[in-house]
């Protein structure tokens, strides 16, 4: 372990929970915000095609719109649009903001190939223009609004070489804040993460560059900090891995103390209580069982890359496919 030295109080990080597809939803971004050290969440992405989405689609992707746009922790949630239509995102963003939307992100590090097929995500980034038409869309759009937007970048398509042009496009386009996933869409989620790309593209624009990739522990935490020159960190798989790895890293900040490793009993009740959410959803949008059970798994297969006892407990519920059982072995 290397010895770290504490950053001083002036420069505490601000802590986003970053958006997952098909696994931070409602829920999770509630649990994870109630144990605390987020300052703000971002949603799955809505999909932008060239139609003006009916407010169901956003309400049901982010239930925090009706309640002032954040969660049950009182925690900031920011709206996520993937798409590359700017005059299609501009009026989506603004379908998103009259259904409470209080900031608007703008994805462009999907890696999926149907996404990518269709000119969406990480597909963008071959182009500088395509950026800055995708956000300024959605600025013009929301213009004397008040709302921000930003754009969740990744370093580039198959290469860096368009790093920094892209994110000036964002900027230039009217962007609030940048996040910069440290990796291309090539290199996927493979580590290592590079964080002094990072702050390549820092110096290279005037508006707030987060950091984000491979932020697995307080080390961790600190060399992105370090390397990228970033105050503020956006922390996605690893928050999953701990969920009190926000906590972790504020209360660290604030007192130069470690808190004690995360206990598997913790773990434990965290999939338990976010088992109980899922199970009690309203009957047409409850997940059936087995839904519930798979989301499960997929959660504690994330922890087990982390923890030792994680690992084991995987290996011993894997073969489980009832839900009361599954709750059953984590009590
Ligand atoms: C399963 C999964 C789903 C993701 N979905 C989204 C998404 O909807 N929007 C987005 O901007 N990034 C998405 N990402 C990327 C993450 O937000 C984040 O940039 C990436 O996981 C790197 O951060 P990490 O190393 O802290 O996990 C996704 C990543 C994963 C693993």
């Known amino acids: ?9 002036a420069t505490h990080a601000r802590i986003g929970l970053a958006p997952m597809e098909g696994v931070v939803d409602v829920h999770t971004r509630a649990l994870l915000t109630e144990i605390g050290g987020f300052d703000w969440v971002v949603t799955e992405f809505v999909r932008v095609v060239d139609a003006r989405l009916p407010p169901r689609v956003f309400t049901r992707l982010c239930p925090e719109l009706m309640t002032g746009a954040v969660t049950s922790a009182g925690t900031p949630v920011t709206l996520q649009l993937l798409g590359s239509d700017p005059r299609a995102l501009g009026e989506n963003a603004q379908q998103a903001v009259a259904c409470g939307a209080r900031s608007i992100d703008i994805n462009f590090g999907c890696p999926a190939k149907t996404v990518n097929r269709h000119r969406g995500g990480a597909s963008l980034l071959q182009n500088a223009n395509d950026v800055y038409h995708a956000v300024r869309g959605v600025v013009e759009a929301l213009q004397g609004s008040g709302i921000k937007v930003s754009a969740k970048l990744r370093l580039g398509f198959n290469t860096k070489q368009l790093a920094l ?5 964002a900027e230039a386009a009217g962007a609030s804040h940048l996040t910069l996933h440290a990796r291309t869409k090539k290199e996927g989620y493979r580590p290592p993460a590079h964080w002094e790309w990072v702050a390549r593209v820092r110096q290279q ?8 990739g491979d932020i697995w522990c307080l080390e961790d935490f600190w060399k992105a900090r370090s390397l990228s020159g970033c105050r503020d960190v956006m922390l996605g798989r690893s928050a999953l891995a701990d969920p009190w790895l926000a ?15 995360t206990r598997w009993e913790q773990r434990a009740e965290v999939l338990q209580q ?14 059936p069982d087995k839904v519930i059970v798979s989301l499960l798994k997929q959660w504690l297969a994330i922890m087990r890359q982390h923890d030792a006892e994680s690992a084991q407990r995987f290996a011993e519920l894997k073969r489980i496919n009832h839900l009361p059982e599954m709750l059953a072995a984590f009590k």
């Open 247 to 261: 906590l972790r890293i504020k209360h660290w900040q604030a007192t130069g103390e470690r808190l004690a490793v």
């Open 205 to 212: 624009v005037r508006i707030p560059v987060v950091v984000n």
């Open 1 to 9: 372990m290397i010895d770290v030295p504490r950053p001083d109080n």
């Open 274 to 287: 976010f088992a109980e959410r899922l199970m009690a959803a309203p009957a047409p949008g409850r997940a």
């Open 165 to 169: 042009h892209c994110a000036c496009a």
